[in-house]
């Protein structure tokens, strides 16, 4: 197995399980460099499909849209999701409509979460991201101030 996938058949009923992984497995710019993402997951079966309860937390690298400073940012996201096996999926499209969750599939009795803690990280990323609420952008030197009236 590899990480972030569970072998389907060891739950029986619910399964609790942590992880920690690297920044560099997500290939994504924003997560800060040498930190780890930890990804809580509390797994319930439900008949043949697993509900999946996450609580997300890692540290974004940004650049303040305003002043353009670099600053860290920790983000802590909650998700749920239904995983439903391959198999099933054409004989579910009816009462797919009555899940209040998004849905990932699964091939064979593997679980891998890799694609749904890879989707929380991405939109998360915010499109204009701020230093503080109360940024006032970049400061001007007097001596830029003084140009800017001469003209
Ligand atoms: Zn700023």
Not at 36 to 42: L, P, Y
Not at 95 to 124: C, F, H, N, P, R
Request: glycine letters at 2%; charged letters at 35%.
């Amino acid at each position: 197995m590899k990480e972030l996938e569970i072998n389907s058949m060891q739950i029986e009923d619910e399964l609790i399980l942590d992880f920690d992984i690297p920044f560099d497995k997500w290939k994504i710019d924003s997560i800060k460099k040498n930190s780890t993402v930890k990804i809580h997951t509390d797994i319930h079966k439900i008949k043949n499909r697993f509900f999946i309860k996450s609580d997300i937390v890692f540290t974004l690298q940004l650049q303040c849209s305003r002043c353009l400073k670099n600053f860290d940012k920790e983000i802590k996201e909650h998700i749920d999701v239904y995983f439903e096996n391959k198999r099933n999926l054409k004989s579910y499209d009816t009462d797919y409509k009555d899940l209040d969750s998004a849905i990932y599939e699964y091939w064979g009795s593997t679980i891998d979460l890799s694609q749904m803690v890879y989707d929380t990280i991405i939109t998360s990323i915010p499109m204009k991201p701020l230093c503080s609420p109360k940024c006032r952008g970049i400061k001007l030197k007097d001596k830029d101030i003084d140009i800017k009236l001469a003209l």
